[in-house]
Structures are given as structure tokens and as C-alpha cells.
């Protein structure tokens, strides 16, 4: 089992960066492949990024290359999500996922966290 929580969110202008942070408990953390999603309202959930549970591979949905870096440290149990540049189309709850590799499909991650608010203004 593991757990995840997210925080750092929260309201930022346009062009301004967070950094989300997503707290993992269990002791088989290393093992698992680590990812963000996103839901906007009205809007699907969508894949964001993932890393695998080495760090070596990384994956991200076009509209966030080159502004968005996902990173871990196994030691401490956590996954970042450093936003940088950031749209008002970026505006989403924001959700950890965990899961045996590295997909897109919110099935193939059986845990998630509670979310949290990312709010870009224009």
C-alpha cells in the first residue's frame, strides 16, 4: 500500500512557476513508477507526467515540455513537480499517482493522492 500526499499548490500569475511536492509512506516507494495528473473543471483528466521508479525515464504530454520537470527522491519518499512559465490553461486540481511503470492511462496507477489546486491567473 502506499499513500500520497500532495501539497504547494495554489494561485500564481501567468508566467510564474510552483513547485508541487507529493509525500509517498511505504516502504516499497523506490519500486513504484511516480506520476502527476490533471482535471480541469469540465474538462477530462489528463496526463501530465511520469518518472520511472529510478528516475532514469521521464514522460511528458506535449503542452508541458520544456516548462514543466518531474524529479524524485527515493530517499525521502517524494516526487516534485516543478512548474515553470505557467498558463491559465495549466489551472487544474493536480493528482500524485503511483503505479507499477510508467504509463498515460490513469488505470495503470492504483494509487493516488487527494489533490491540489493549481490556479494560474491571466
Known amino acids: 500500500q502506499v499513500q500520497l500526499v500532495e501539497s504547494g499548490g495554489g494561485l500564481v500569475q501567468a508566467g510564474g512557476s510552483l513547485r508541487l511536492s507529493c509525500a509517498a509512506s511505504?516502504?516499497?516507494?523506490?519500486?513504484?513508477?511516480m506520476g502527476w495528473f490533471r482535471q480541469a473543471p469540465g474538462k477530462e483528466r489528463e496526463f501530465v507526467a511520469a518518472?520511472?521508479?529510478?528516475?532514469?525515464?521521464?514522460h511528458y504530454i506535449d503542452s508541458v515540455k520544456g516548462r514543466f520537470t518531474i524529479s524524485r527522491d527515493n530517499a525521502k519518499n517524494t516526487v516534485l513537480l516543478q512548474m515553470n512559465s505557467l498558463k491559465p490553461e495549466d489551472t487544474a486540481v493536480y493528482y500524485c499517482?503511483?503505479?507499477?511503470?510508467?504509463?498515460?492511462?490513469?488505470?495503470?496507477?492504483?494509487?493516488w493522492g487527494q489533490g491540489t489546486q493549481v490556479t494560474v491567473s491571466s
Open positions: 518518472i520511472s521508479w529510478s528516475g532514469a525515464g521521464t
Open positions: 499517482v503511483a503505479g507499477p511503470r510508467v504509463s498515460t492511462l490513469g488505470r495503470d496507477y492504483p494509487y
Open positions: 511505504g516502504r516499497t516507494f523506490s519500486s513504484y513508477a
